[in-house]
């Protein structure tokens, strides 16, 4: 049984795969609070499939890009699942399992954008094949700069209809779509590492200036 979650965007989603179908989804109905969101769902799942966290066999988590804050919570419980239950742990790019979902609304017959908000008036773009192949490293820029006519899917086209005007389902990632593409090795897999892009706007403070 693979549990699938993501965290880099701003609702919480949670997914467990048989490894035939998704037999339970789950979304958080309020913006972030990922932290308070994100066990109360998986337990959710859990009783919805009517299994237990000792019936996993593998855990699939989205690596963003996606804010400092809500990524960590994601990537800490994904790791530490797999310490307590010895299973394998997997990370994948969330504008890919958005790519996946998009592929199919689309039927394949066009290449396509990713675009998630970044905060800052900015998006996480990513250019994908009209399979839902990934083409390029996801970057972060203002829409302005990376403007497009093609279909766009994530909340970016929503957000920025006027560089984004083929706005295209879905805007948010679906875990069961990013469990699904795990299964098929449509995705790319990469250890649970996040994909910030960005540096976290909390820094360290520096050393204190000397008195004279």
């Known amino acids: 049984m693979l549990l699938a979650f993501d965290t880099a965007t701003p609702f919480v989603t949670v997914a467990l795969h048989d490894g035939d179908v998704v037999v339970a989804e789950a979304r958080s109905e309020q913006r972030m609070k990922h932290g308070e969101q994100l066990a109360p769902l998986v337990e959710r799942a859990l009783a919805e499939a009517g299994v237990g966290r000792l019936d996993l066999t593998a855990v699939a988590v989205g690596t963003g890009p996606g804010p400092f ?9 994904a790791r530490t699942l797999g310490l307590v239950l010895e299973v394998p742990v997997y990370g994948v790019c969330t504008l890919d399992a958005i790519a996946l979902e998009a592929a199919a609304a689309l039927g394949g017959s066009e290449p396509f954008v990713v675009a998630t908000d970044a905060r800052r008036k900015e998006v996480y773009l990513a250019a994908y094949d009209a399979s839902g192949k ?9 829409p302005a700069v990376v403007a497009t006519d093609l279909p766009v899917a994530g909340e970016g086209g929503v957000l920025f209809p006027e560089h984004f005007p083929r706005a295209v389902t879905p805007a948010l990632p679906s875990s069961g779509w990013l469990a699904q593409g795990v299964v098929d090795e449509r995705v790319e897999l990469t250890g649970p590492e996040p994909r910030y892009l960005r540096r976290p706007d909390a820094v360290a403070p520096g050393a204190p200036k000397r008195v004279t």
């Not at 804050?69 to 419980?77: H, S």
């Open 134 to 142: 990934r083409l390029s490293a996801p970057v972060v820029d203002r």
């Open 69 to 77: 804050t809500g990524l960590r919570v994601g990537l800490v419980t």
